[in-house]
C-alpha cells in the first residue's frame, strides 16, 4: 500500500512551497487509495515553537488535507532513536568520533590548502582507531559508517537516474555529543517505521537522499521511490521569499482567496495534467498518478491566483459565500444587527448580485458594505451629480417607486418616464440615485441594487 507523509519542520509558518509539498504528497495517497501521514519535525528545539505547530495545522486544516495518521513529534520518539543508534554501534555501522572542533577546523583548513573539498577524514573510523586511545574529557559524537566506495542511485519521481558517488559522502554525525540525534538520521527511522514508500519534497533535499538511502541500507530497510519536487519561484522570476509578499498559507485565507482556488493553483505549480487550468479535488485525485510532474521550476504568478479564484467565486454557491464574507463585512466595521435586522438584504443575494465582479471575498465583502452601512457620498460627488435639474427628477422617480411593484424589473420601468418627462439620460439620473442610497457613483445595475434593499430604505434616502 502507498503510504506518503508530509514532514514539515515548525519553525516558522506553513508557506506555499510546503503547502504544495503537502498536496502532492495528499494528492499521490489518495489516488493510489493509501496512507497520508503528517509528521512534525521538531528536533530543532531552539527554532521550533507551539505558535509554529499550530500554523501548519492551521493551514492543513483550511486546505482541508486531512492527513490518515498523525500528527507525530519527533521530540516524542527521542528514546527510540537512541535505541537505534545503540544497535547500529553494536553492529559497527556507527562508531564514536572523538574529534574536537578545533581539530575539525584545522582539518578542514588543510584540505582547503590542498585544494581538496573539506570534510571529515574519517580518523575515527573503527578501520582507522585501532590501538587509539580516545581522549580524556572529550565527549564523542556518534557519526554514520558510510561506504567508502560505490555509487547512491535512485530513479526520482521527477528528475529521474540520479547517481552519487559515496566518496562525494562524508560519515554523516547521527547523534551529537549531548546524545541528541540529528535531522538526517531522525528522518531515516521514521520512514522506515511509519513504513513510507514515497517521499515526495522540495529538491533542496536531493543532498540529503544519497546519506539516507545509504543509512536505509545500513538498518536492512526497505527503500522508499523518491520524488523531489523544484523550488516555486515569486513574480519576478527569483526564489519565493517573504519579499514577495503572502506566502503564508493563512495569509492567502486572510486576504479572501478560497482554499480550492489555492489547492487547484498550487497543483498547477509543477504538475499539469494537459491544458485543464479549473478542475476540482476529486479531479486532482483521479489524475494525480505522479507522473507529468515537472522538472523545472515553477513562477509563482498573483494575477493568475486572482483569475482562478474569481471564476471559483462565480461558481460559488451563494449562501457559502454569504458565510464567508459576513465575518469580514464586521472587520470592515459592518455591526452584525445590521446584517439580520428586520428589512435587511439578504446577504446570499448580495452576492449573488456581486460575486462577478469580486476577486476576493475581501474585495465582495467591500462591495457589500454598501447595502448595510449608511450611506456617506463625498461632498465632491454631490455637488457634481446632485444639480437642481436632478433633484426634481429624483422626487419624481420617488414617487413612482412609491407605487411600483418591488422587483428590478419594475423598478427600471419606473426609471423611463421619469427620464423622458425630464429629459435626461440614464446616468445623469442613475448617479444621484447611487449616491442617495449607496454613498457611492459606481455600483452594479441600480435597478437590481435597488431591489435588494426595502422599499422604506430606499424611498427614505431618496428623499432625505
Not at 34 to 50: A, K, M, N, Q
Not at 69 to 74: H, I, L, R, T, V
Not at 254 to 274: D, K, M
Not at 396 to 422: D, G, M, Q, R
Amino acid at each position: 500500500m502507498v503510504r506518503t507523509r508530509f514532514a514539515p519542520s515548525p519553525t516558522g509558518y506553513l508557506h506555499i512551497g510546503g503547502a504544495r509539498t503537502a498536496l502532492f504528497a495528499w494528492a499521490y495517497a489518495r489516488h493510489f487509495g493509501g496512507t497520508f501521514i503528517l509528521r512534525i519535525e521538531d528536533t530543532d528545539l531552539e527554532r521550533s515553537t507551539p505558535e509554529a505547530v499550530q500554523a501548519i495545522l492551521d493551514g492543513m486544516a483550511w486546505l482541508e488535507l486531512s492527513p490518515d495518521e498523525g500528527p507525530f513529534y519527533q521530540t516524542r520518539r527521542m528514546d527510540r532513536y537512541r535505541e537505534v543508534i545503540a544497535q547500529m554501534l553494536e553492529a559497527g555501522t556507527a562508531y564514536h568520533c572523538y574529534c574536537t572542533p578545533d581539530e575539525l577546523d584545522a582539518m578542514r583548513e588543510q584540505q582547503r590548502a590542498q585544494g581538496l573539498k573539506p570534510r571529515y577524514d574519517g580518523r575515527w573510523r573503527p578501520e582507522n582507531a585501532r590501538g587509539r586511545t580516545p581522549p580524556a574529557g572529550v565527549k564523542p559524537v556518534v557519526r554514520f559508517c558510510n561506504p567508502v566506495d560505490g555509487v547512491v542511485s535512485w530513479d526520482d519521481m521527477v528528475k529521474g537516474l540520479i547517481t552519487i558517488s559515496n566518496d562525494e559522502l562524508d560519515d554523516l554525525i547521527i547523534a551529537r555529543s549531548d546524545g541528541t540525534p540529528t535531522y538526517n538520521f531522525c528522518v531515516v527511522v521514521d520512514d522506515w517505521e511509519m513504513r513510507i514508500t514515497h517521499v515526495i519534497r522540495g529538491d533542496d533535499h536531493v543532498n540529503n537522499t544519497p546519506r539516507q538511502i545509504n543509512i536505509l541500507r545500513a538498518l536492512g530497510a526497505e527503500l522508499p521511490r523518491y520524488g523531489h519536487v523544484p523550488m516555486i519561484h515569486g513574480d519576478d522570476g527569483q526564489k519565493l521569499s517573504k519579499r514577495h509578499g503572502a506566502v503564508s498559507v493563512m495569509q492567502y485565507d486572510t486576504e479572501g482567496y478560497l482554499p480550492e482556488a489555492v489547492i487547484n493553483y498550487l497543483a498547477r505549480l509543477g504538475w499539469s495534467h494537459g491544458d485543464d487550468e479549473l478542475f476540482s479535488r476529486e479531479q486532482l485525485v483521479s489524475w494525480f498518478d505522479g507522473s507529468h510532474l515537472s522538472s523545472s521550476p515553477s513562477q509563482f504568478d498573483t494575477d493568475k491566483l486572482r483569475w482562478l479564484n474569481q471564476q471559483y467565486l462565480k461558481r460559488s454557491d451563494d449562501a457559502s459565500l454569504a458565510r464567508a464574507i459576513r465575518p469580514r463585512l464586521i472587520r470592515l466595521g459592518v455591526h452584525a444587527v445590521a446584517l439580520t435586522q428586520a428589512g435587511a438584504p439578504d446577504l446570499a443575494a448580495v452576492c449573488g448580485l456581486l460575486k462577478d465582479r469580486a476577486a476576493t471575498l475581501n474585495e465582495l465583502a467591500e462591495g457589500a458594505r454598501m447595502f448595510y452601512a449608511e450611506p456617506a457620498p463625498r461632498a465632491e460627488d454631490l455637488a457634481a451629480h446632485l444639480t437642481e435639474p436632478v433633484r426634481p427628477a429624483l422626487a419624481a422617480l420617488a414617487a413612482a417607486l412609491a407605487e411600483s411593484p418591488w422587483t428590478k424589473e419594475a423598478i427600471a420601468a419606473c426609471f423611463k418616464p421619469v427620464l423622458a418627462a425630464h429629459g435626461l439620460k440614464m446616468p445623469q439620473l442613475a448617479i444621484p440615485v447611487r449616491l442617495r442610497v449607496f454613498g457611492m457613483t459606481q455600483t452594479p445595475s441600480v435597478d437590481a441594487c435597488l431591489a435588494l434593499l426595502s422599499r422604506e430604505c430606499v424611498l427614505a434616502r431618496l428623499r432625505a
